[in-house]
């Protein structure tokens, strides 16, 4: 028996690793699979994608998304395998980084039947991307603070030194609302903006997720977040409630980061990725992201959801063109990394 | 006839010469002792003929045929005939005695009947009759020197080399086994060349005695020469 | 022939899988338009900043270290050496910060020590802001780390320790008390085991961004990490890297520097020889009281805090149901990962040993490079080179996650290897030459055999380092193959804590399972002799 342990041994590992390789490349012809890179939260993705599973008989393999701070993910994912593309759609959860998908010439152009109720400011007009299920951006608020804010512009009020934070503006949405704001105010205020923020002393987290807990620990007063953030943690219990901030008349609104679904350019199996594709952009899956913990707006008129939601419609929206904002995100990069110190 | 022969070969260790233009022929059949004080380069020599370190200038012969020379080794140990006993044994621990002296045969393809057949007779030969399924471990110091002993002729080779085989033994085992390494060497017929500081052991087991000093060759001549040599 | 094949195989296996990648990156990085140009160099250490961020990676790095070895290497000796009670029990324990991704430890001290965390109605207010002060900067990092590097010179003195000739000691213990001989002839034995973790838990420290991250301390290697998430900027982020070379040669510089040729030749051990252990007599209350200590307030504490926080049976249900998948991939990734880099480990370990080709420096230091890069680069750097039509075998299976495990890790098993290599008397493997074997057969049936606990040692080593690996692994991953880490980080986004929790545990279990089971095979027997 001893003799044959060496010959035993490597054929094992001859065996596994084959066994691996061939595991995976087996099966694929017979059953009909998609692959979508996902940066919503898998938390609330999941069972989504496993829905739809069931409904079609598609099966459904899915890389999920960290939070940007924790470690390089999707996004990277995508653009290095640009030569041969692994991925067919791509569930974004923001537009921007659909628009740089785009602009990488990652993405190719579908317009979905379900499409076509979903208002123009939340999709690309060539169809190279389409939002659904939005978050918008509003301030968690610590329920100890008396008198809430319910500006932006909170963030400069001396009233609030040092007791604010927020995510970290080289990542994510954070990003994605700066730059907004640049295209908005225009670079000279947006700056402005920028660097009353450092005077007033507010904190730096490393994420939006981050920033919602040192809200509820009590650690900070408000912070700048997703809403799904907000709403994930006052489900959980936590002393939070969330403030839609800039909505009186002629204040700026409330930036709306919708869900954007992308079809990527070469995908592997194009036919199951716009099934997909329709799938996500249905009133029906806007409906369950309504009324999961994530509590994300439909933006398909007349979804049913939750009574204590605001519809799109009530919300006063920012009004910015997504495109734009991509293109003045990767302009800012400097201007951020500096103002972040790097 | 010649079996082993050293060309004026050259040995640097560090920086202190080992061998410096040593030249030896050995006969077949021969019982060639080393005699020399520690450091004076005799494994050295040992170790340029089993094939393990090449000369830095001169040339090695086995059979009349070139081995090793100028820094370049042309036929590796293990094509050598040539057999060896180390100072440390180097008994493989985790193998028993049967699986020590199988190494080699497995590795000529021999078969497995023949391979046992071999072994009985080598064991009953160097008298560890019936230790086959011992470990080294389990050996006394006697015992184990036998074992690498019977390991390395097993394979029936041309040259055994021994290297200080029997120091730290006590001094009637070291007489014992002296005499049955002679009594071997007789009846199996090898060329021995065997390394040693120890006058007696020495003269008791060489018919040809060399002596080494500093590198240089002192001194080839019969037992009786070296005796008087070193005025015993 | 064989030999030189194999030796020559294993070179071009390491240049191959680990070289190559980071090469392409390289050569990208320094091409624009089909341009030669440093643009993406520019401006690298240019900034007044950069320099600021490298002092602080260096000033943490360095903190880390020395507090991890001047603690680490008494615990080892301690552990491996002493009649410490349970002292396997407390090996065990010590290594379990080692097992989760360090971001998760720094987390759970948060969950403890936070405003609103665990002990905080323990602590009052006023204290637990000012270890709030104290947890987010430096301090806070240095602890974490800490908690996290110790068990690597712990683990690599227990190790060395049994490489000591006894006789050594036998012959200074006739002349002296422990205390001397410790000093004078134990500690300047272990060396060489003493100054690789130190190698090790530097280049970790250098290179670790989480941690840092997450406790607002701001070190280098989140410029190469920002420039990959923040900007999707691969050519800028590759070149944020090379200072990380850099780095890595400078401290193998060091390194060699202190291990001077020969001094600290390690002696093969004489068989069936037995261990000299210390007697602790009066010591032994005091030391297994501050041991204890130590233990309850890096391991103990953030181990149960997690337990305490993923709350009940229900809660490791759903987790078994979230991510049962993962951790069975994990597991075998993790197992043959630790197979394949036990056997690169003990061919380039010995490669490196017997110096058989004049680059074995090379070699040496090529290893330890990859080890060092931050994973994301060589992530990239992978799937860069593998990612084509024709390599898709490779690619889109789990086998890509393979070759990240082998690019960086396999240091740390050709490292172990060397030092067991060097146990084994040469004439071992001359005897076998002179029975006319062949190479392959001499390392197949003598050489490994002789070496198998080092090989088991590298074994378990490969198996941590790959089960806990997140940079790389969450880059090439094949859809759908995710492992345990991966998943937990992408549910820590609005997963439930509870359930992060289990998942750690479960983590924790998973790595220390193996290890208990192959620590009971009667491989590592030995008999000791109490003086």
């Known amino acids: 028996m001893r003799k044959y342990m060496p010959l035993l041994l490597s054929s094992l590992i001859v065996a596994s690793v084959l066994g691996l390789s061939g595991a995976c490349t087996r099966g694929q012809k017979t059953v009909k699979t998609v692959t979508v890179y996902v940066s919503e939260d898998q938390v609330f993705s999941e069972p989504i994608l496993k829905d739809f599973q069931k409904q079609t008989g598609i099966k459904v393999k899915a890389v999920y998304d960290t939070e940007e701070a924790k470690s390089t993910g999707t996004m990277n994912r995508l653009i290095a395998e640009k030569n041969n593309p692994q991925a067919d759609v791509y569930w974004a959860n923001e537009p921007i980084r659909a628009e740089v998908l785009k602009q990488k010439g990652i993405s190719a152009a579908y317009v979905s039947p379900n499409a076509k109720d979903i208002p123009s400011a939340f999709k690309d007009p060539q169809g190279y991307w389409t939002g659904f299920s939005a978050r918008a951006r509003v301030l968690i608020v610590n329920t100890k603070v008396k008198q809430k804010p319910n500006s932006i512009s909170a963030y400069l009020d001396p009233r609030w030194k040092g007791k604010a934070v927020m995510a970290n503006p080289l990542f994510g949405t954070t990003t994605s609302e700066i730059a907004a704001l640049f295209t908005l105010w225009g670079d000279q205020q947006a700056k402005a903006f920028m660097m009353a923020l450092k005077k007033n002393k507010v904190a730096v987290s490393t994420s939006n997720g981050e920033s919602a807990d040192f809200v509820a620990a009590g650690q900070y007063d408000f912070s700048l977040v997703d809403s799904d953030d907000g709403v994930n943690r006052m489900r959980q219990g936590k002393p939070v409630t969330i403030v839609y901030p800039d909505q009186q008349p002629g204040q700026i609104g409330c930036f709306i980061v919708p869900n954007a679904v992308v079809l990527v350019k070469g995908a592997p199996h194009p036919q199951t990725a716009k099934k997909l594709i329709d799938f996500l952009l249905s009133p029906q899956t806007e409906s369950k992201l309504a009324f999961a913990d994530c509590a994300q707006i439909p933006l398909h008129a007349g979804v049913k959801m939750p009574p204590e939601m605001k519809p799109i419609s009530a919300i006063k929206v920012m009004k910015v063109n997504y495109a734009e904002v991509a293109k003045k995100m990767i302009e800012i990069q400097p201007f951020l990394k500096s103002w972040m110190g790097l | ?232 | 022939m064989q030999k030189r094949a194999f030796l020559i195989g294993t070179t071009a296996i390491l240049i191959v899988i680990g070289l190559l990648p980071v090469i392409s990156m390289l050569v990208k990085s320094v091409f624009q338009n089909g341009h030669f140009t440093l643009s993406a160099y520019h401006g690298l250490l240019g900034s007044a900043r950069q320099w600021v961020l490298i002092k602080h990676s260096f000033t943490l790095a360095a903190l880390v270290t020395a507090f991890t070895t001047v603690i680490g290497v008494p615990l080892g000796i301690l552990l491996g050496k002493t009649d410490f009670p349970l002292r396997k029990l407390f090996l065990f324990l010590f290594v379990i910060p080692l097992l989760l991704p360090p971001y998760v430890t720094a987390v759970s001290w948060f969950d403890l020590l936070g405003r609103e965390g665990l002990l905080a109605p323990l602590l009052g207010s006023t204290l637990t802001q000012h270890i709030g002060r104290w947890l987010f900067g430096l301090p806070g990092c240095t602890f974490v780390l800490f908690s996290v590097f110790l068990p690597i010179p712990v683990i690599l003195t227990v190790a060395f320790l049994h490489t000591i000739n006894p006789r050594l000691e036998e012959a200074a213990r006739s002349a002296a008390g422990w205390g001397r001989v410790l000093k004078e002839i134990t500690l300047p034995l272990i060396f060489p085991a003493i100054l690789l973790s130190a190698l090790l838990v530097f280049l970790l420290t250098f290179g670790e961004f989480g941690v840092p991250n997450y406790l607002r301390y701001a070190v280098y290697p989140v410029e190469s990490f920002t420039r990959f998430s923040a900007f999707y900027n691969f050519k800028a982020a590759t070149a944020a890297a090379m200072p990380m070379a850099a780095i890595t040669l400078l401290a193998l510089i060091f390194e060699s520097a202190f291990l001077r040729e020969g001094t600290y030749q390690l002696q093969p051990l004489p068989e069936g020889a037995q261990r000299m252990k210390i007697h602790l007599y009066r010591f032994r209350s005091g030391v297994v009281i501050s041991t204890t200590l130590l233990l309850l307030m890096i391991v103990i504490v953030p181990l149960l805090s997690l337990i305490i926080k993923s709350g009940g049976f229900a809660v490791y249900l759903q987790a078994i149901n979230k991510a049962g998948e993962s951790l069975i991939r994990s597991v075998s990734y993790a197992a043959i990962g630790a197979t394949l880099l036990s056997i690169l480990g003990f061919f380039s370990g010995y490669l490196i040993r017997i110096r058989a080709f004049k680059f074995w420096r090379s070699l040496d230091s090529l290893t330890l490079f990859l080890f060092a890069l931050p994973g994301t680069v060589i992530g990239i750097g992978l799937i860069r080179l593998w990612n084509t039509p024709r390599t898709n075998f490779i690619y889109a299976t789990p086998l890509i996650i393979l070759l990240g495990y082998l690019a960086k890790y396999t240091a740390l098993t050709s490292r172990i290897s060397v030092t067991q290599l060097a146990h084994i008397p040469s004439s071992m493997e001359e005897a076998a030459q002179m029975t006319g074997a062949s190479w392959l057969r001499r390392m197949i049936f003598i050489i490994a055999p002789l070496a198998k606990r080092g090989l088991m040692a590298a074994w378990l080593v490969g198996y941590i380092f790959s089960l806990r690996d997140t940079s790389i692994t969450m880059l090439v991953y094949p859809a759908g193959h995710d492992t345990l880490p991966v998943r937990i980080f992408t549910l820590m986004a609005n997963g439930s804590p509870e359930l992060i929790a289990a998942l750690c545990v479960i983590l924790i279990a998973a790595t220390l399972v193996p290890a208990t089971l192959i620590s009971l095979l009667p491989l590592f027997k030995r008999q000791e002799v109490w003086l």
């Open chain 2, 1 to 232: 006839m010649t079996v082993i022969e050293l060309r004026s070969v050259v040995k640097f260790y560090h920086d202190t010469i080992a061998l410096n233009s040593c030249s030896l022929k050995v006969e077949q059949g021969d019982r060639l002792v080393i005699l020399g004080a520690s450091g004076c380069g005799k494994t050295t020599l040992l170790r340029l003929i089993a094939g393990f370190i090449a000369p830095d200038s001169g040339a090695v012969f086995l059979n009349g045929k070139k081995v090793s020379e100028n820094k370049t080794i042309l036929l590796p140990p293990e094509k050598r005939n040539v057999g060896m006993v180390f100072q440390d044994l180097a008994l493989w621990p985790h193998l028993t005695v049967e699986g020590n002296l199988a190494f080699g045969l497995k590795a000529q393809g021999i078969n497995k009947t023949e391979q046992k057949l071999r072994i009985r007779r080598m064991l009953e030969l160097v008298g560890l009759h019936g230790f086959e399924k011992r470990k080294p471990a389990e050996l006394s110091g006697g015992q184990q020197q036998r074992v690498a002993l019977a390991r390395a002729l097993i394979l029936q080779p041309e040259v055994l080399l021994m290297d200080e085989p029997l120091s730290g033994l006590d001094y009637d085992l070291n007489v014992r086994l002296r005499s049955e390494v002679v009594h071997l060497q007789e009846k199996l017929g090898f060329t021995l060349l065997y390394v040693t500081h120890d006058r007696e052991e020495a003269f008791s087991i060489a018919r040809t005695v060399v002596i080494l000093e500093h590198g240089h060759l002192k001194f080839k001549g019969d037992v009786a020469q070296a005796k008087r040599l070193l005025q015993l």
